[in-house]
């Protein structure tokens, strides 16, 4: 992280949303990952379960991040899950510890909550995600998701 502040989560609010939707990854990481425009929309439908927030750093919004918080999961394992729905770092922000800031601040959410699992999906491949979600501790399930890899950790430990 490039400043003094420590960077933090802000509720999207009237203020910032032009700040959020103009949130940009990389080019070849779009197939990754919906633009925040979409993740808001989603949230807007699911008010019971998304969980949308900003990520800030002073007054330099540099990332987007998106929980889903008790969802009912189809399929085996835990009958609700909770974890990481959408993680938009813009372009010029990435490889500054957002990203992990992002991740480590929903599993608090989860906690906070009385849970000990954190699931994610990711899409497989060059330019994916997949190796910074396996760095930070995430496992695959062995399940897929719309043709996405489902992750899992144990925030338990």
């Known amino acids: 992280m490039t400043t003094a502040a420590a960077p933090r989560l802000e509720e999207i609010t009237p203020r910032n949303l032009d700040a959020a939707i103009g949130l940009r990854v990389r080019p070849e990481q779009e197939f990754a990952v919906d633009p925040v425009v979409k993740s808001l929309a989603e949230a807007y439908v699911r008010p ?3 969980w949308p927030r900003l990520i800030v750093d002073g007054d330099r919004p540099v990332g987007f ?3 889903f918080l008790g969802i009912a999961w189809a399929g085996g394992g ?3 899950r909770s974890g990481l729905w959408r993680l938009n770092i ?3 922000e990435q490889g ?3 990203g ?3 991740v480590e601040s929903v599993a608090d959410e989860i906690r906070r909550r009385g849970e000990g699992g954190q699931y994610v999906t990711w899409h497989p491949g060059p330019h994916g995600p997949e190796s910074f979600y396996l760095g ?3 496992r695959p399930t062995g ?3 719309g043709g996405e890899t489902v992750g899992v950790r144990d925030l338990t430990g």
């Open 48 to 50: 019971d379960v998304a």
């Open 65 to 67: 991040v998106m929980a």
């Open 78 to 80: 835990p009958p609700r």
């Open 90 to 92: 813009a372009a010029g």
């Open 96 to 98: 500054k510890g957002y």
């Open 100 to 102: 992990r800031f992002a």
């Open 136 to 138: 930070l501790g995430f």
């Open 143 to 145: 399940e897929t998701s």
